[in-house]
């Protein structure tokens, strides 16, 4: 079977890549942009380069350079 397939089919199958991919993808943030929950836990955590968030007893976060 060496046929390829038409222009048609070609596009069928393209647009059902492109609906499974929407179905799929995972929900994004109201803003449309979506934060790793690794990258979230590090923010609070204080984990960076060039500075600190220090968790304080009454709640609440401050950043600290």
């Known amino acids: 079977m060496d046929r390829s397939p038409s222009a048609d089919e070609a596009a ?5 890549i492109e609906r499974f991919q929407a179905e799929t993808a995972p ?3 109201a803003d449309g942009e979506m ?4 990258y979230r ?3 609070v ?6 500075g600190v968030v220090q968790k304080h007893l009454e ?3 401050e950043w600290l350079s």
């Open 12 to 16: 069928a199958i393209a647009a059902a």
């Open 27 to 29: 929900a994004g943030t």
């Open 35 to 38: 934060i790793s929950p690794w």
């Open 41 to 43: 836990a590090a923010l």
């Open 45 to 50: 955590e204080g984990v960076g380069a060039k």
């Open 59 to 61: 709640g609440g976060f």
